[in-house]
């Protein structure tokens, strides 16, 4: 059994079937962007009904979902909050060595990023309080993996 370095699969509610279409249209432009900037763009976008599934298995290049998510809402009008999760197993699966985290946004608001990631949120989880691990967040940096 083959295990991928790093992964996510998330889901996008964007209307209708149609305008799950035309960001997967929107995605193909930004994936040729980032590869014109010599950039990388492994993680992949399919339509599923009325939503987009955005997934991958190599990179995990969350800053960039996490921008196109932007322009997918600036562009097709999509609001209200989201929120992705990444795991990087790169290093085996041992106690310590599994690295991941969350983000959070709301659509309607740039800038509005919220990151932690997994080693955080269980420290502070394991201090005792469930809601810690987001109290007092709000920094637009994601953790260095």
């Known amino acids: ?28 432009m930004y994936k040729r962007e980032i ?11 399919a339509p599923s009904g009325a939503a987009i599934w955005i997934y991958d298995g190599e990179t995990c290049d969350t800053r960039q979902v996490v921008e196109f ?7 097709h009008g999509v609001r209200g909050k989201w929120g992705m999760s990444w795991v990087d197993l790169s290093h085996g699966i041992r ?4 690295y991941g985290g969350t983000v959070r946004l709301d659509l309607g608001q740039r800038g509005s990023e919220q990151w932690i990631d997994s080693r955080e949120f269980l420290r502070r989880t394991a201090d005792g ?16 993996t």
Not at 69 to 75: D, L, Q, S, T
Not at 95 to 98: D, F, K, N, V
Not at 129 to 144: C, H, K, S, V, Y
């Open 1 to 28: 059994m083959s295990i991928a370095p790093c992964g996510f699969s998330e889901y996008l509610e964007v209307g209708s079937e149609l305008q799950a279409r035309r960001c997967v249209a929107l995605f193909k």
């Open 35 to 45: 590869e014109a900037a010599g950039g990388v763009c492994d993680w992949h976008v």
């Open 69 to 75: 998510v932007h322009r997918v809402a600036e562009r």
């Open 95 to 98: 106690p310590g060595q599994i």
């Open 129 to 144: 309080d469930w809601l810690a691990p987001w109290t007092g967040l709000g920094d637009q940096t994601p953790p260095e």
